[in-house]
């Protein structure tokens, strides 16, 4: 069963990892934002065992300059199976 306790702890903690002491450059973002997306996934996955689960992660990574931010997505939601965890860092 997906628990999004779970999947927020184990986010935090990569996302931690790999940014902990990071200077923004926006080319190095493009790779950071790749490989916490595939960490995440590979890790919250991991810990789910063999299910049918399909993991999503979406990464946006930006220079924090006095300004603002809005992300949206769409997908098709059954509110009785599926589920998310969100979380965020700055340094």
Known sequence: RFYPSKAKE????????????????????????VIISDKVREKVTEHLGKTRYKVVVQTTIGQHRDQGIRVASRCLWDP??????????SN
Do not use: F, M, P, R
């Open 80 to 89: 009785t199976t599926d589920n998310y965890a969100s979380c965020n860092y």
């Open 10 to 33: 184990i986010a935090d903690k990569i996302i931690e990892e790999e940014l902990n002491g990071a200077v923004y450059d926006d080319q190095d973002a493009k790779s950071w934002s």
